[in-house]
């Protein structure tokens, strides 16, 4: 029996000499980080691409015990971005974080200098960073697309049918977005066997300004009921045009109903076209650090979109499924979820073709080009 309890107690101490080795590792693999991320064109407080972003890197980080910061870059310009890099490297921060197409020429620059940094890109597609050392580079694209096809369908089946799409600048993401909503909307009024209107335009920047608030006056005022707003900050001025006349918008990136119908107003939002940047961020930051398994993503572009047909809050796209849609017996969340079932089983396909616009049969569009 002493000898029993002699092998316990050298078991009892060899586990936890392993669960104390276990767990300093675990600690020094966490202090061996630490994290920046650099803003785009917008700012921290953009309510979308930039924040969401942010946010995403400073919860993890500050769960984690990991240094971070941030840096806006003087102005929109490559050698800019790259001067930012710089700093934070200077700084010691091994793993930059940066949301936006907007980095292709920075991370070609900076990341062949800087080899022993991490650097991860949101929405930089393989075609931006053509000719670029990807040897410690990942990126993440997402299929927008699907996410803007769920948002038009969702908003004819809820009676909308005097639409218009404003879009940041003509950008692949912002593209895709628009495109999958003419797709989306256009399909639901054949389910509905009606025709609906639809007018397009980009802004040509990510932020809203008098020039394009008076510009959705005009549409508001003829008509239009509901504006997908998609590209940065520019959903101030759809907002404030819809503010005057009781329209409707739809939020991008993130649900962005508490947003806008906590600064203009209730049931302003009908529904957001989302993508997971926040689970995305958190996820890889993840990989790199409590995981040890940046080799299993570096040098890869990955297409984030559908991964369950029957849990939409597990996709990397789609619409809000609480209170950020509004929901009806015209379409409830029921028809959403069979929606996403159909799409993620290829009963329902959808173009992302951003060189043609698709080709649709119960919708008229008004294909403006760009306010400025």
Do not use: H
Request: with cysteine; charged share 20%; aromatic share 12%.
């Amino acid at each position: 029996m002493k000898k029993f309890f002699t092998v316990l107690l050298v078991l009892a101490v060899a586990f936890s000499a392993f669960a104390q080795g276990t767990a300093e590792t675990a600690v020094a693999k966490k202090a061996a980080y630490s994290v920046a991320m650099i803003t785009d064109y917008g700012d921290i407080t953009d309510q979308s691409f930039n924040q969401t972003t942010y946010e995403a890197c400073k919860q993890y980080c500050e769960a984690n015990g990991i240094k971070f910061a941030y840096y806006k870059p003087a102005g929109d310009s490559t050698a800019e971005r790259v001067a930012m890099i710089e700093k934070a490297v200077d700084e010691g921060y091994n793993i930059i974080v940066m949301p936006g197409f907007a980095f292709a020429g920075a991370i070609k620059e900076a990341a062949p200098q800087n080899p022993e940094v991490k650097f991860v890109a949101l929405d930089v597609s393989e075609y931006d960073l053509t000719g670029a050392d990807m040897s410690n580079v990942y990126s993440m694209v997402y299929q927008e697309e699907l996410a803007g096809y769920m948002a038009g369908y969702a908003t004819v089946k809820l009676g909308y049918t005097k639409l218009g799409y404003l879009g940041g600048m003509a950008v692949p993401a912002v593209v895709r977005y628009g495109y999958g909503f003419l797709q989306g909307a256009d399909d639901a009024a054949k389910e509905l066997g009606i025709t609906i209107d639809v007018n397009y335009v980009y802004g040509n920047q990510f932020y809203g300004d008098a020039d394009i608030t008076a510009y959705m006056d005009t549409w508001y005022k003829s008509g239009t009921k509901c504006v997908f707003a998609c590209g940065g900050g520019i959903w101030t001025s759809a907002a404030e045009a819809a503010a005057k006349v009781g329209g409707k918008v739809l939020g991008v990136d993130v649900d962005q109903a508490p947003i806008i119908d906590g600064a203009y107003g209730a049931g302003m939002t009908v529904t957001s076209a989302i993508k997971g940047l926040a689970a995305s961020t958190k996820s890889t930051l993840k990989t790199i650090i409590e995981d040890g398994k940046w080799d299993t993503i570096v040098g890869k572009v990955a297409n984030l979109g559908l991964v369950s047909g029957t849990d939409p809050d597990a996709n990397f796209v789609g619409i809000p499924t609480g209170n950020g849609t509004q929901w009806s017996d015209k379409f409830t969340l029921a028809n959403y979820k069979a929606l996403v079932a159909d799409m993620f089983a290829g009963k329902i396909t959808v173009s992302n073709d951003i060189a043609n616009a698709p080709v649709l049969t119960n919708t008229n569009v008004q294909y403006l080009g760009n306010i400025k």
